[in-house]
């Protein structure tokens, strides 16, 4: 069975394109041009993953966002925007995206975030198999508690059925791919991930050292995993990557 897209877009050249291309890709897609009409197919038939275009009349894709998140819809939502500042990227973060596309944008970008929002993160592997060369030394500390089920590494624990995860006694409410990028950091807790092996883990694309896609994401991260008193658990390796560590 192809796989499912709901396509939001109010500009009828960038819908009419991207759900060709969509649909050559081997999408099923349905295209619509407002918020009103997202949220009515969202609701009856259940995608697979929604590409929503931020700016549109009525209610726009924040909204939509928001509506279906505080109805427990999880489908992984991709956010088409113009809008190139940081927070204008966060204000869709917030309102439960899992990721975001800047206008204009090459379509084999749109496909690869795709793939990446539609697949389960795998672990990297760090000894010498085929997955060497995702991270640098471990730092010493506590090994990571990793079952089918369940990551638990620096006070925080995952449930990777449920797609929960807590650091302590408090859950945090995470976005999809938050939640993947905190379970890969969490697997590899001690290793020092390079850009290049999160973005093709998570992404399943290295968007360049140019990009701030990474960035945003891990300080949104870091705010909603932070307490105060309570020691960082992400820390940046300057000119390498990231670490999940308690201090």
Same mark, same amino acid.
């Given at each position: 069975?192809?796989?499912?897209?709901?396509?939001?877009?109010?500009? *009828?050249?960038? $819908?009419?394109?991207?759900?060709?291309?969509? =649909?050559?890709?081997?999408y099923e897609v349905t295209a619509v041009a407002d918020g009103v009409e997202?949220?009515? /197919?969202?609701?009856?038939?259940?995608?697979?993953?929604?590409?929503?275009?931020?700016?549109? &009349?009525? !209610?726009? %894709?924040?909204?939509?966002?928001?509506?279906?998140?505080?109805?427990?819809? $999880? =489908?992984?939502?991709?956010?088409?925007?113009?809008?190139?500042? =940081?927070?204008?990227?966060?204000? %869709?973060?917030?309102? +439960?995206?899992?990721?975001?596309?800047?206008?204009?944008?090459?379509? @084999?970008?749109?496909?690869?975030?795709?793939?990446?929002?539609?697949?389960?993160?795998?672990?990297?592997?760090? +000894?010498?198999?085929?997955?060497? %060369? %995702?991270?640098?030394?471990?730092?010493?500390? *506590?090994?990571?508690?990793?079952?089918? *089920?369940?990551?638990?590494?620096?006070?925080?624990?995952?449930?990777?059925?449920?797609?929960?995860? #807590?650091? +302590?006694? *408090?859950?945090?409410?995470? =976005?999809?791919? @938050?939640?993947?990028?905190?379970?890969?950091?969490?697997?590899?807790? +001690? !290793?020092?991930?390079? /850009?290049?092996?999160?973005?093709? $883990? !998570? #992404?399943?694309?290295?968007?360049? &050292?140019?990009s701030k896609n990474l960035a945003v994401y891990v300080g949104y991260l870091? $705010?909603?995993?932070? @307490?105060?008193?309570?020691?960082?658990?992400? /820390?940046?390796?300057?000119?390498?990557?990231?670490?999940?560590?308690?201090?």
């Amino acid at each position: 069975m192809p796989q499912t897209v709901l396509l939001a877009e109010d500009d *009828r050249a960038i $819908r009419h394109a991207l759900e060709r291309a969509l =649909t050559l890709e081997g999408y099923e897609v349905t295209a619509v041009a407002d918020g009103v009409e997202a949220l009515a /197919h969202a609701h009856r038939t259940s995608p697979d993953v929604l590409v929503l275009d931020v700016m549109m &009349p009525g !209610i726009d %894709g924040l909204q939509v966002c928001r509506v279906l998140r505080a109805e427990g819809d $999880r =489908t992984p939502i991709l956010m088409l925007t113009a809008l190139v500042e =940081t927070a204008d990227r966060i204000a %869709g973060l917030d309102a +439960g995206a899992d990721d975001y596309v800047v206008k204009p944008f090459d379509v @084999e970008e749109v496909f690869a975030r795709l793939r990446a929002l539609l697949r389960r993160t795998l672990p990297v592997t760090t +000894g010498g198999g085929s997955g060497g %060369g %995702g991270g640098v030394a471990a730092e010493p500390g *506590r090994e990571p508690q990793v079952s089918d *089920r369940q990551v638990e590494a620096a006070g925080l624990r995952m449930d990777l059925q449920a797609r929960r995860a #807590w650091r +302590g006694k *408090r859950e945090l409410e995470l =976005t999809r791919t @938050e939640f993947e990028l905190l379970e890969l950091l969490a697997r590899n807790a +001690g !290793i020092v991930l390079d /850009h290049s092996t999160i973005y093709d $883990r !998570i #992404w399943g694309y290295d968007f360049g &050292p140019g990009s701030k896609n990474l960035a945003v994401y891990v300080g949104y991260l870091r $705010r909603k995993l932070d @307490e105060p008193g309570a020691p960082q658990l992400i /820390h940046t390796v300057r000119g390498v990557g990231y670490v999940l560590r308690e201090d």
